[in-house]
């Protein structure tokens, strides 16, 4: 189990233990974190687990890949640490990760 | 089930005809609402269906939710750049636009006009919209026959279509004109012969031509003739291009929503448990939204075209080949949706439906559409205690368009 801590817009402070191997989308959506909708349901194809990683954690998080990209790239409120969260992998190596969720999904 | 019951147009029975002959393209089977056993038959027999024949030529049917993902994921294979609807483009007549386009050219003209439908531009829009609903939902008579579609889904979505364009008020009724004419079109199966569908969309075209001229002289505002008048790489649009964008925008903004909003009156009469239901839990309201509209499914398919030939279902789909991804059909797809022909105000992740579908090309409006719904939702329960459908809806002549041209209804207020 990895520890994670989503941060709605408002602040709200949400502490996760996920489970390895699924992804930082199923983690909020499992424990009813508001502010991930998940349409697609983990499919890289809707935009609405976007999340933002703190900075001091986007070299362990990584990059998006360009089907992640392409996606991203369409929503107006994106910012340079956005992610979708359905495409972030839990590991060991994301042990206390911190996400912002923002104001919408889209 | 009563739709399965209804006369088939064509005489046929779907569920002993070849499986070759099944062409669920003709919109006959959307008016008289038959379509529901042909896409039954094909999820369980051919999910993956090839029509040798139909007006629209021969064309590959995705029946299945998981296959029509797979297809709005691979945009690389299926492409939009064909057009999104079965009728190829006439050529002497094309009006290009980004849903029928493929990256890089989708992205950067998707992305100027995005921002108006922002959730954080939405937010702005909220008070306007229930202000409106409401004034709409107070000048309707009680007890007395109305037809709905005209009253309030035509009413409220042409409002909110007026406002986003910042179109001349008074005359918003013409973006309703422009909205049908550019979708019932005879080459689209549709009733509108298509010299006067043309004579319609070049009407509108002149229009906002001079209202985009208007508006280049003045400062970017929120409006999408603004957007559109202003933004890098649309400013030069040349005229065909500029009416494409625009139809898209009004349709995609006019008749989607609209027929949601009549379809929701549908289903509530159709479960009136859950219309209780709802009656006992307004909370209810945002999760029955995207229940509507996967019960409506108000766009029925999208088409792509495939650019290599790929493998989809263990079907193999050559180059060339026209492509249906059938959301009305994925939507009820009982291995993905449980129950999926009820109405369910509750069903837990209602979100995950195909209506809106997904990829690059997924509905930009979905969260306005969403929230016009809801809205207009909260005002209804406010004041009435049962829209109550007193006779059979008049459905739209078109395999693209799911909707309604009529559906009468009496209203009966609150104790």
Not at chain 1, 36 to 63: L, Y
Not at chain 2, 70 to 86: C, D, P, R, T
Not at chain 2, 183 to 196: K, M, Q, R
Request: aromatic share 8%; net charge negative; proline share 6%.
């Amino acid at each position: 189990m990895t520890t994670i801590t989503y941060i709605e817009h408002d602040g709200t402070e949400h502490v996760v233990e996920a489970e390895n191997d699924s992804s930082v989308m199923r983690g909020a959506v499992d424990n009813g974190i508001p502010g991930i909708d998940a349409d697609c349901g983990g499919e890289c194809s809707c935009a609405t687990c976007h999340v933002i990683v703190t900075s001091n954690w986007m070299e362990v998080v990584g990059r998006p890949n360009d089907t992640e990209e392409s996606m991203l790239d369409l929503n107006p409120e994106r910012e340079p640490n956005s992610r979708l969260s359905c495409q972030i992998v839990v590991s060991d190596a994301l042990d206390g990760l911190i996400v912002n969720l923002p104001e919408f999904q889209m | 089930m009563n739709q399965l019951a209804t006369k088939n147009p064509f005489g046929e029975d779907p569920w002993s005809m070849p499986l070759a002959d099944i062409d669920v393209s003709r919109p006959e089977l959307f008016q008289t609402d038959t379509l529901w056993p042909y896409f039954e038959r094909l999820r369980k027999e051919d999910p993956v269906h090839y029509c040798a024949d139909s007006q629209f030529g021969a064309y590959w049917s995705i029946t299945k939710f998981n296959d029509i993902m797979a297809v709005e994921k691979n945009h690389q294979a299926f492409s939009s750049a064909w057009g999104i609807v079965l009728p190829d483009r006439p050529e002497d007549f094309e009006t290009p636009n980004f849903i029928g386009m493929d990256p890089p050219k989708h992205d950067v003209q998707r992305k100027t006009v995005q921002g108006v439908v922002a959730p954080a531009n939405l937010a702005k829009l909220e008070s306007t919209i229930r202000e409106r609903a409401a004034t709409i939902l107070d000048s309707l008579p009680l007890e007395e026959t109305i037809n709905w579609v005209d009253r309030v889904s035509i009413e409220l979505t042409t409002q909110m279509l007026a406002t986003l364009f910042d179109f001349p008020f008074e005359e918003r009724s013409k973006l309703t004109y422009w909205s049908d004419m550019a979708t019932s079109g005879e080459l689209a199966g549709g009733p509108t012969p298509e010299p006067v569908r043309r004579k319609a969309l070049l009407e509108c075209l002149e229009v906002f031509t001079k209202l985009r001229d208007e508006r280049i002289e003045q400062p970017l505002a929120t409006d999408l003739i603004s957007m559109l008048a202003h933004g890098e790489d649309t400013r030069h649009m040349e005229p065909m291009e500029f009416l494409g964008n625009l139809i898209l925008l009004i349709v995609g903004g006019n008749d989607t929503t609209r027929n949601s909003i009549s379809g929701g009156v549908l289903a509530l009469n159709q479960f009136p448990d859950e219309y209780q239901k709802l009656r006992d839990n307004l909370d209810l309201i945002p999760n029955m939204v995207p229940e509507i509209i996967r019960w409506q499914t108000p766009l029925a398919y999208m088409r792509r075209t495939a650019v290599e030939d790929v493998e989809i279902g263990g079907k193999r789909i050559e180059k060339g080949d026209k492509v249906v991804m059938w959301y009305v059909s994925g939507n009820r797809d009982e291995e993905v949706i449980d129950h999926p022909n009820d109405f369910i105000v509750d069903r837990p992740n209602a979100r995950h439906h195909l209506s809106f579908g997904f990829g690059i090309h997924r509905c930009m409006g979905n969260r306005l559409a969403e929230m016009q719904l809801r809205v207009l939702w909260e005002e209804i329960m406010q004041r009435f205690h049962t829209i109550e459908v007193v006779g059979e809806p008049t459905r739209v002549q078109s395999s693209f368009v799911k909707g309604y041209s009529e559906l009468p209804v009496r209203l009966h207020a609150r104790a």
